[in-house]
């Protein structure tokens, strides 16, 4: 059964630091793996989709990398800003399924 | 163009009460999944659609939860006799192929 874990589960920074977030999966049999934003009390957000045949996908100050054969993916946050604080999913699609399984989160905090 | 939408927002229940959760996909998307996100925990997986077909139901904790698509779009989630672990937030999603599109979930607390 796949299982994701994020590390660390709350990161507290301030303003302007660069930071990485961890997930690790237990079984490189990947589809796809996808970083989602929740903002408290609201639905999730997509932020960036990497395909298993993907190494990298860019989208503004975010930088998210997947290494496949060890089970890791990071997102890279660039000049974090308090608009960033949020909790930060990550999630992997197995092959052969459509569901995702959900790492536990992050949950960031960017003080000014 | 409208997002997932999902009603109620909020939704308070007596231990033993049925409740409908209710989801509204984005308009062509053909699957459909529906997941539990217990408080301070990730999403997790209750039931997929493809159109009308429930192809998956395994996630669904007992036979006290119900999903159907009838006419492939809009869908809904029934508990029966409600317990207190339901309470939850109900996360709809629905996707045209790769991607997962999430609604604003479905607060339920089963006092």
């Known amino acids: 059964k796949q299982e994701v874990t994020q590390i660390p589960a709350a990161l507290s920074v301030p303003e302007g630091e660069n930071l990485v977030l961890n997930c690790s999966f237990t079984?490189?049999?990947?589809?796809?793996l996808q970083w989602f934003r929740q903002d408290p009390g609201k639905g999730l957000t997509s932020l960036l989709l990497?395909?298993?045949?993907?190494r990298e996908q860019t989208s503004g100050r975010l930088n998210a990398s997947l290494d496949k054969s060890s089970g890791r993916s990071t997102l890279y946050i660039a000049a974090s800003q308090p608009g960033d604080s949020a909790t930060y999913l990550c999630a992997v699609r197995p092959q052969g399924y459509s569901t995702l399984t959900f790492g536990k989160g992050t949950m960031l905090l960017v003080s000014p | 163009g409208a997002g997932v939408s999902q009603s109620p927002r909020y939704k308070v229940a007596k231990r033993g009460q049925d409740v409908a959760l209710r989801c509204d996909p984005i308009s062509g998307h053909v699957s459909l999944f529906w997941y539990q996100q217990a408080l301070g925990q990730g999403p997790e997986f209750l039931t997929y659609f493809q159109n009308e077909a429930q192809l998956d139901k395994s996630g669904l904790p007992s036979d006290r939860f119900f999903a159907e698509r009838p006419e492939g779009s809009v869908s809904t989630l029934k508990i029966q006799r409600t317990q207190q672990e339901d309470s939850a937030v109900y996360l709809c999603a629905s996707s045209p192929g790769y991607e997962q599109y999430f609604g604003p979930g479905t607060r339920l607390t089963v006092t």
């Open positions: 990497i395909q298993s045949s993907q």
């Open positions: 079984d490189s049999a990947i589809y796809n």
